[in-house]
């Protein structure tokens, strides 16, 4: 967090030394003499207006919470409802009115 905020006070000042310094003649550093006040008192509120800003929390929602999959050992007999939910999850084109699923080969096999 401090990191930040030094960083951004850094670059408010390389800002301002930049405005500071575009003076050429002495004429024109008299007459912005009595006015790098000014620019000083801007860049200090632009830093605490972006430096605020960058120090929010920032909220998350929480993660997701792992549910793991239900472990078979074996398959489960035909037309139970373990069958079904093995199936089902385990072959996208699963069909429960017949019990067939659709390879990648195009062909049509029961579901065991």
């Not at 079904?84 to 009115?97: I, L």
Request: aromatic share 16%.
């Amino acid at each position: 967090m401090m990191k930040k905020i030094a960083v951004t006070s850094l670059a408010v000042a390389l800002t301002a030394g930049a405005v500071m310094a575009s003076a050429t003649t002495d004429a024109e550093a008299r007459r912005w003499h009595h006015q790098n006040g000014w620019a000083a008192a801007g860049g200090f509120v632009a830093g605490a207006i972006v430096g605020s800003a960058l120090t929010q929390p920032r909220y998350y929602e929480p993660a997701p919470q792992y549910v793991p999959a239900p472990a078979y050992y074996g398959r489960p007999a035909p037309w139970t409802p373990e069958w079904y939910r093995y199936c089902s999850s385990r072959y996208r084109s699963f069909d429960p009115a017949t019990g067939y699923f659709r390879t990648h080969s195009g062909r049509v096999k029961f579901c065991r």
